[in-house]
């Protein structure tokens, strides 16, 4: 018989914050039941661990800085995961998150690593104007179109504007939409070998210092003006 999760207010999520603080450890809500909620502007002094839980709504992150992980990993949003002009300065962990909406990670910097190999999501995979001082893995990820109210939203992956400080390692993923890379600056390497994009990807402008692979990379056009 499958575990019931067990379920945290908004309330008892603060108050969890303020102990994980004090006690110099991660915040755990891991395996949990969790409402949507939201930080703006707020400095979290620890890691967060959201593995295996469950947000029934969204969760959004607006000019936070967070000292430490934030572990997604086999978590599910029931709407957007949008995390905008914050700092995390550890690890950014999602392997194998289910979103049911949109994920945007916009303008914000990452002193770490991003890790969301094998991620599920409905709308677009967000990542316009961020910065990550490490790599980028959205390996065997899957991004689907998804219809709401006010229309499509396509399952695309944007990378545009963006600086990462190590590779892109993209391979094998699965889009709805287009992969636009536009003007980013990327110092080691790009994969993309085994993608499937059923749109364009677009490479304009971006800097890659290291190796561009792209064997058996499936799209309806290349456009590869790169800098």
């Known amino acids: ?41 707020k400095e979290i002094n620890t890691g967060i661990n959201l593995k295996g839980s469950t947000i029934q709504g969204a969760l959004h992150l607006d000019e936070c800085i967070i000292k430490g992980d934030i572990n997604l990993e086999q978590a599910l949003v029931y709407a957007t995961l949008y995390i905008s002009k914050s700092e995390i300065r550890g690890n950014f962990i999602a392997n194998q998150i289910r979103i ?9 910097i990452f002193q770490k690593n991003i890790n969301m190999e094998g991620s599920s999501i409905k709308g677009f995979l967000g990542l316009n104007k961020v910065q990550i ?19 499509i939203i396509r399952g695309d992956v944007y990378l545009k504007d963006a600086k990462v400080n190590g590779s892109v390692i993209a391979e094998e993923i699965i889009s709805d939409g287009l992969g636009n890379f536009e003007n980013s600056m990327i110092t080691r390497n790009l994969n993309l070998k085994n993608s499937r994009f059923k749109e364009a990807v677009i490479l304009s402008g971006t800097i890659i210092e290291g190796e561009v692979e792209t064997q058996g990379m499936i799209c309806k056009n290349l456009i590869a003006h790169m800098a």
């Not at 790599?135 to 229309?151: F, M, R």
């Open 133 to 151: 001082e490490e790599n980028l893995n959205i390996s065997k990820s899957i991004i689907k179109d998804i219809t709401t109210k006010i229309g």
């Open 100 to 108: 049911r909406e949109v994920l945007n990670l916009m303008a914000s």
């Open 1 to 41: 018989m499958e575990q019931l999760l067990q379920r945290f207010t908004e309330q008892e999520i603060f108050q969890e914050l303020r102990n994980a603080e004090r006690e110099n450890r991660t915040a755990d809500f891991s395996n949990k039941l969790l409402p949507e909620f939201s930080f703006s502007g």
